[in-house]
């Protein structure tokens, strides 16, 4: 705990840094509340919906960078002369992600390193290209929440550009974090101000429920473990934990139209589907749902460190949350340390 | 419940079943289905208000081994869950024991599934206020209001299927929007493809659903969807005196031809 100096950010310069945003051509997503649940929407000015103490949204903005359905070009074919029109990517938008706590704002990073591992996707770095994030830190969380399991802390700065505490006045402790937010700090200097603060006196605090590199190590040799039947004896099949995680990447391509004329669509998939991993042939690998939940775990916290060097999980807790049968992510980890793998 | 463990307990003992489909004490205060397999693991059994997830869903699932004999909780939703299932030869007597729960918390060991088809003939099936309520809400909008409502709900859809995924009576192997050779439903979740699974779900389900509203409970965008089938299943019993979960003898409504129909043009 140590006193730091921050620049200021007071609660009634909002509005005018909101329509600074808007004026300069920024799309703006911030948590706006919504009856008792709170969700990230678009906003093009500053308003008391906007909520600064929700603890998680059931969706995340991963479909800002990602979108559920992206087109990605039109073809034309008139039988030998073939031609495909991509879209504009200069026209893409300039989003600015506000308040999203620091496992969201993290989970970038596992997005980042999926979309530039074998190939370079430039319908999703264009849009992170011009993706701006502002980070939140978390003052308050519930039982799902587990970031400090991943490493990640409630008041990491890590994938945010600017950086949000409130503090007791309610206003903002706020840190530049990259270039991308000295741009934004740049463009409306005369809002700021500045202050000495602890921001960890602000921050609630997440217990650790198991430590993520033993969790790595102890998946090693698990894939005949008898835990993922039993954990999995529940599970439904769907495709809800996938796409309410932050970091999930699966996706299908369809053609849409005819044959001489149509387009290509990227669209959300997720290797929970029993029909995700059919083959042609009729042979699928991944038959039952033991096999599929055992893919979903193994996918985020063995495959991604190995591959691409970050783990897939964020702690977000928003599958748990989401599942019709509780299958509750963390719970389920914690078992898997503790069971033997071997019957 | 401390009778439904001493039965489970009996039950998994004499191995007249290998598995009990119940409830135990979830995470964070909720109750999540539980497989049970051996009289020990009977005590986290629970059953009270928080058990609300349509335990049918697993009768169909084929997640256990061939022969196993499975003991499913009951409540009310489950037991029409299962007539509907029987009626559709989905269902094999002889493997599935079912324990039925009353509304007033009774435990009721059902011999066979006409014992259940008795029971819930005894039972008050009208739809209650609260549900012709929210249908009454639908119908008394205009065309152009029920577009608008079901084009602002249906846009948030992101196709996770886990209203298919929680429904019993989507027990297909292949559904219809998994079929590629011919595409029939357009896979992405934009405005064309949702409204074609949403539409399809429902007509694939009217007069099937019994109205246990899980489809809309797993949502985890909450669309009001179950509010498609409850108005079929309405509708269906209005034109046709059909209702799913019943009868296990009476022939689904819509896939029925009787020389007598009432309407003349189909004779």
């Known amino acids: 705990m140590a006193t730091e100096n921050y620049k200021l950010l007071k609660k009634e310069s909002l509005p005018a840094l909101f329509d600074k945003l808007t004026a300069s051509g920024k799309t703006i997503y911030a948590p706006v509340k919504n009856g008792e649940k709170t969700e990230f929407d678009v906003v093009t000015k500053y308003s008391n919906d906007i909520n600064d103490e929700y603890i998680q949204t059931v969706q995340s903005l991963k479909g800002t960078v990602f979108p559920k359905v992206e087109k990605l070009f039109d073809y034309k074919s008139d039988k030998t002369d073939t031609s495909i029109q991509e879209p504009d990517f200069s026209k893409f938008p300039q989003n600015v992600l506000w308040g999203l706590h620091p496992c969201d704002a993290a989970a970038f990073r596992p997005l980042d390193a999926t979309f530039r591992w074998d190939y370079d996707d430039k319908y999703f770095l264009t849009r992170m290209k011009l993706t701006t994030v502002v980070g939140l830190s978390c003052s308050k969380h519930d039982d799902y929440c587990f970031c400090t399991s ?33 741009e934004v700090y740049d463009m409306a200097k005369e809002l700021f101000g500045e202050i000495s603060d602890d921001k960890e006196s602000y921050i609630t605090d997440v217990p650790k429920k198991f430590d993520l590199n033993e969790l790595n190590k102890n998946l090693d040799g698990s894939f005949e473990a008898p835990y993922w039947l039993a954990q999995s004896m529940r599970c439904i099949g769907c495709g809800a934990c996938a796409y309410v995680c932050p970091t999930c990447t699966c996706f299908d391509l369809q053609d849409e139209g005819a044959a001489n004329k149509g387009s290509r ?72 340390m503790e069971e033997p793998k071997n019957e | 419940m401390d009778k439904l463990k001493q039965l489970a307990k009996e039950l998994l003992s004499n191995n007249q079943v290998q598995i009990i489909v119940g409830y135990e004490e979830g995470t964070v205060g909720k109750a999540r289905p539980a497989f049970i397999s ?45 007539i509907t299932l029987a009626s559709e030869k989905q269902l094999d007597e002889n493997f599935i024991k079912v324990i039925g729960i ?25 739809f209650t206020p609260e549900e012709q309520a929210l249908i009454d809400k639908i119908d008394a909008m205009s065309m152009e209001e029920r ?15 886990a209203c298919r995924s929680a429904c019993p009576m989507c027990y297909c192997t292949l559904c219809i929007t998994d079929f590629n050779q011919p595409q029939w439903v357009s896979v992405p979740s934009h405005k064309l493809g949702n409204f074609e699974w949403h539409i399809n779900r429902a007509m694939h389900l009217a007069g ?31 034109q046709f005196g059909y209702s799913a979960g019943q009868s296990l003898t009476e022939p689904y409504a819509l896939s029925t031809y009787k020389p007598d129909d009432k309407e003349t043009f189909i004779r």
């Not at chain 1, 802390?153 to 309610?170: E, F, H, Q, R, W």
């Not at chain 1, 970050?310 to 599958?319: H, L, S």
């Not at chain 2, 918390?105 to 006409?114: G, Q, R, Y």
């Open chain 1, 265 to 336: 669509i990227k669209c959300w998939d997720s290797c929970g589907f029993g029909h995700f991993t059919l083959h042609t042939s009729g042979h699928n690998p991944r038959e039952t749902q033991s096999q599929r939940w055992r893919q979903r775990i193994l996918h985020k916290f063995s495959y991604m460190p190995d591959r691409i060097k970050v783990f897939g999980c964020m702690g977000c807790g928003r599958c748990s949350r989401a599942c019709p049968v509780d299958m509750n992510i963390s719970e389920n980890l914690i078992k898997i």
């Open chain 2, 208 to 238: 099937r659903c019994i109205g246990c509203d899980e489809c809309s409970r797993a949502c985890p965008l909450d669309l009001p969807i179950n509010l498609l089938t409850k108005k079929l299943s309405m509708d269906i019993q209005k």
């Open chain 1, 150 to 182: 991943v490493d990640i802390s409630p008041a990491s700065s890590d994938g945010s550009d600017i950086m949000l505490t409130k503090n007791k006045a309610g206003d903002y402790l706020v840190e530049i974090v990259t270039e991308k937010g000295q």
């Open chain 2, 102 to 126: 009353s509304k007033d918390n009774n435990i009721i060991e059902f011999k066979d599934f006409a014992d259940i088809e008795r029971y819930i003939n005894q039972q008050d099936l009208s």
């Open chain 2, 38 to 82: 051996s009289p020990d693991q009977a005590d986290t059994l629970i059953y009270d208000e928080r058990c609300i997830h349509n335990l049918a869903v697993y009768l169909t699932q084929h997640k256990l081994p061939g022969n196993t004999k499975i003991a499913v909780i009951a409540s009310f939703p489950v037991m029409k869950s299962i």
């Open chain 2, 147 to 161: 577009w608008e409502y079901w084009q602002n709900e249906f846009s948030r859809c992101f196709k996770c299927y």
